[in-house]
Nanobody, 125 residues
Framework: QVQLVESGGGSVQAGGSLRLSCAAS????????MGWFRQGPGKEREGVAA???????NYADSVKGRFTVSRDNAKNSLFLQMSSLKPEDTAMYYC???????????????????WGQGTQVTVSS
């Protein structure tokens, strides 16, 4: 059974940092694209960053230069280092897997098949 479990969320002041983790089980994920998404209050779920099986990365414009996605294949884990956080980064953050692609990863939610339950990030001004 495929399972994704996010952790590391919390409350932080603007300008602060957080590191999110996503632990995957029930599947061999190292080959496929994995991504981070977020959904703020009253907003659509949007892609934040993606990491390919070839080590390539893709970021939404709104987080470029502030967020860094990384992966530990040995631990089947995906990470998101978030710095210079802004109140508009407040959202539930989800990780997901695209079992069709291993490279040219997108941040389009319709491309991702399996999802975690999310971890809340709240940034206060």
């Amino acid at each position: 059974q495929v399972q994704l479990v996010e952790s590391g969320g919390g409350s932080v002041q603007a300008g602060g940092s957080l590191r999110l983790s996503c632990a995957a089980s029930g599947y061999t994920y190292s080959y496929y694209c994995m991504g981070w998404f977020r959904q703020g209050p009253g907003k659509e779920r949007e892609g934040v960053a993606a990491y390919g099986g070839d080590g390539s990365t893709n970021y939404a414009d709104s987080v470029k230069g502030r967020f860094t996605v990384s992966r530990d294949n040995a631990k089947n884990s995906l990470f998101l280092q978030m710095s210079s956080l802004k109140p508009e980064d407040t959202a539930m953050y989800y990780c997901a897997i695209d079992t069709w692609r291993s490279r040219d990863c997108t941040t389009a939610r319709e491309d991702y098949i399996y999802w975690g339950q999310g971890t809340q990030v709240t940034v206060s001004s």
